[in-house]
């Protein structure tokens, strides 16, 4: 299932221009994707066993639930920097995040090229200035692309482990992420790269 909007001649030619200029030319090595997702304390798994005849049961919060935002970056040889934060995600979140995680640790990763889809805090002008002085290239995913993001199948898999953790606090929640985070391989990373559409090398 797609988006719509990919069907529209400006996003159909924003894609076309991504696949030739990004995934046919661009080493999927150099690529990092930043992004964020959000986390609250109902995640708990979607299916039970129980003897036959009996009803599996679950529970979660049906109120007063908490809400967490896992902001992170990926490369193709798996998680490069992440940060939580319990707000969404506004302009002077994204730099912060930038700031304290992407950055330095992108310092060691020469020509890399940062890839980040069209939420309005990415694309703020503090944020493009920030990259600049950072040395790092950048480049906005074509609108309505979800698809062409692997950090997108990294979030699916982070919220499976946690909801097999099923966290009921934000503490908690915090608390189960590095071993989620550390559930996701380089094999992962490299496969989710191949799915969205970019060579091998």
Same mark, same amino acid.
Request: aromatic share 4%; net charge neutral.
């Given at each position: 299932?797609?988006?719509?909007? %990919? +069907?529209?001649? *400006?996003?159909?030619?924003?894609?076309?221009?991504?696949?030739?200029?990004?995934?046919? /030319?661009? *080493?999927?090595? /150099?690529?990092?994707?930043? #992004?964020?997702?959000? !986390?609250?304390?109902?995640?708990?798994?979607?299916?039970? &066993?129980?003897?036959?005849? %009996? &009803?599996?049961?679950?529970? @979660?919060?049906?109120?007063?639930?908490?809400? !967490?935002?896992?902001?992170?970056?990926?490369?193709? #040889?798996?998680?490069?920097?992440?940060?939580?934060?319990?707000?969404?995600?506004?302009?002077?979140?994204?730099?912060?995040?930038?700031? /304290?995680?992407? @950055?330095?640790?992108?310092?060691?990763?020469?020509?890399?090229?940062?890839?980040?889809?069209?939420?309005?805090?990415?694309?703020?002008?503090?944020?493009?200035?920030?990259?600049? /002085?950072?040395?790092?290239?950048?480049?906005?995913?074509?609108?309505?692309?979800? *698809?062409?993001?692997?950090?997108?199948?990294?979030?699916?898999?982070?919220?499976?482990?946690?909801?097999?953790?099923?966290? &009921?606090?934000? +503490?908690?929640?915090?608390?189960?992420?590095?071993?989620?985070?550390?559930? @996701?391989?380089?094999? #992962?990373?490299?496969?989710?790269?191949?799915?969205?559409?970019?060579?091998?090398?």
């Amino acid at each position: 299932m797609h988006a719509s909007e %990919q +069907e529209r001649p *400006d996003v159909a030619a924003a894609r076309a221009a991504w696949r030739a200029e990004v995934m046919e /030319q661009v *080493d999927p090595d /150099q690529l990092v994707f930043l #992004d964020e997702s959000g !986390l609250d304390t109902r995640l708990t798994r979607s299916h039970a &066993r129980a003897p036959r005849g %009996q &009803r599996a049961v679950g529970r @979660i919060p049906g109120g007063h639930w908490k809400r !967490l935002t896992s902001l992170g970056a990926i490369a193709r #040889d798996g998680p490069v920097a992440a940060m939580t934060v319990a707000a969404a995600t506004s302009t002077a979140v994204f730099l912060a995040f930038l700031e /304290q995680a992407p @950055i330095p640790a992108l310092h060691a990763r020469p020509e890399v090229l940062v890839a980040i889809d069209n939420l309005a805090p990415h694309r703020a002008a503090a944020v493009r200035e920030a990259l600049e /002085q950072a040395g790092l290239a950048h480049r906005y995913l074509p609108a309505s692309s979800p *698809d062409m993001n692997p950090i997108e199948p990294a979030w699916s898999k982070l919220k499976d482990k946690l909801r097999d953790d099923a966290p &009921r606090t934000i +503490e908690a929640l915090d608390a189960a992420l590095p071993d989620a985070l550390r559930a @996701i391989t380089p094999e #992962d990373a490299r496969g989710w790269f191949r799915h969205c559409g970019y060579r091998s090398t």
